[in-house]
């Protein structure tokens, strides 16, 4: 294994443990721009990353910031930017550029509540937004979901691998809670930098012993477009096939089904142990990949569920994936929006009525 | 004899695709011909953005990314810093550099990004049919302003990129060239020159605005335009290096 853990744990906030997770893994380009509720991870990078040599800039704003990632993804350096829901509006045109131009690298989104300005509080709002691509055009971008400081850290470095492997944009779709909340973790070794920089046949270093490279993203002539986003379609599909990725809890026997993402889902493995506690059976499923969405792994564990409930911070929104991956399931939905995190009191009230 | 006048192996031999008169195709032969002579072919990238000349990089031999509307010198910055050993240069025209990328023209400017910036100033937003730019002149009919551009009616006045850059510390030369002669396109060339050679030497920002014909929008004969330029245009934006330190 590259990312042996250690055996040293700290104690430390979401925000912080992705930007130091994101050193080890390579990172050494972050353009960022203030918003709460991820400032504890810009000025982590801000500290972090002239001590290992890397680039840090505070930028003008979002759509500087994207778009400095842009030129440093194209120099082939692994590099990341973060912010929050409205913050991360204002970048989805450099994301749909980084797409275009098959570009990777890792955007971190600890959501907050929305529409418009929102709040700072704990949402879930953006998954229509990070998982159907979200900017113009026909594309989708990597999107990982933690439930927990330490899976947020080993997402960072799944994240910037297969952004690198596919060539893609990739998110870390988490909330303001995790990245408030601290908690212990072992933080993988630190990787070769060098490692991650070879067999970039793609990247712009100077046209030296080689002919000129061109990134770009228009393509004005009859059917070329075309053909360049079937190459793109063909990607996903590949990606569909090969990287969706789910935890689930006490699904074994389980007739009845809970489902949430990010730090929801930790919620309601709570209110999944005390139903058990109370004899009924009842799972848990968690979609680590919000897209690819893991439709095989639901459909897998489900054939002997009754009900399911989706429970989300928002209105109703990765309900929509579950009953794509379930149609002939009865699904119920528990949302709150705006900021309100449904309780584990709540889940249970919600379960106690459907069975 | 010696041959004086060549066309540089760095500039592709494909057809062009601007307009008769057009003032790019100069400009795209000055870079190439600089680019050969500094001998740094090997080590160029240019950011091309969205106007006319967003498919410059079919002109050169050298890498190219081609950088959404505006956003040209955030890329450069990017390419830069995490390659410094590389010389990087964006062209960039009024609309993109002046209105929707100002605050990406002032902010890498102000941090002394370590680019050249080739700035192509044609009063008009070309490849979309001639609407106003804020380098459009006081009186100058476009596509979106019909009875010619008008202050008092909230048109605003001719954006002065040059003065307002001059006052940042960050940058180390800006200078206002033409194309109306062979002596402009000389002092022009010269100009974009001492641009590159300054981020060579880590001398920081470096910023050329060519004032530069477009005779299809301004529906002038290529002559026509040229004269525009001498007798109107550089009464709004005077002509010269405005800093070089």
Redesign the interface.
Known sequence: MRNKKNTHRVLITGNEAMGEASVRAGCRFYAGYPITPQNELIGYMSKRMPQVGGVFIQAESELAAINMVFGASCTGARSMTSSSSPGISLKQEGISYLAACQLPCLIINVSRGGPGLGNIASSQSDYFQSTRGGGHGDYRIIVLSPFSVQEAVDLVFLGFDLADKYRIPCMILTEAILGQMMEPVSFPDFIDVKSVSRNKDWILDGAKSRKKRIICSLFLEEGVLERHNLVLQQKYKEISNAESRAYTYKTEDANYLITGFGIQARICREAVDILRDRGIKVGLFRPITLWPFPYQELQKISSNIKRVLVVEQNYGQMLEDIKLGLPHKEVYFLGRGGGGVPTVLEIIEKMDKII | MKKKFFKPSVLENVKSHYCPGCGHGIIHRIIAQIVEELGI?????G??SVGCS??A?KY?????????HG?GL??????????P??VVFTYQGDGDLASIGL??T??AAN?GENLTCIFVNNTCYGMTGGQMAPTTLVGQKTSTTPWGRNPKKGDGWPLKICEMLSLLEGVCFLARTSLYNPKQILLTSNCIKKAFQNQLQNKGFSLVEVLSPCPTIWQKEPQEALKWIEEEMVKSFPLGVIKDV
């Open positions: 072919r090997d080590r160029t990238v950011v091309c967003v498919v990089y050169w031999d050298f890498d190219c990314a081609e950088s959404a956003r955030a890329v450069a910055t990017g390419v830069k810093r995490c390659n050993q590389l605050a990406e002032i902010h941090r």
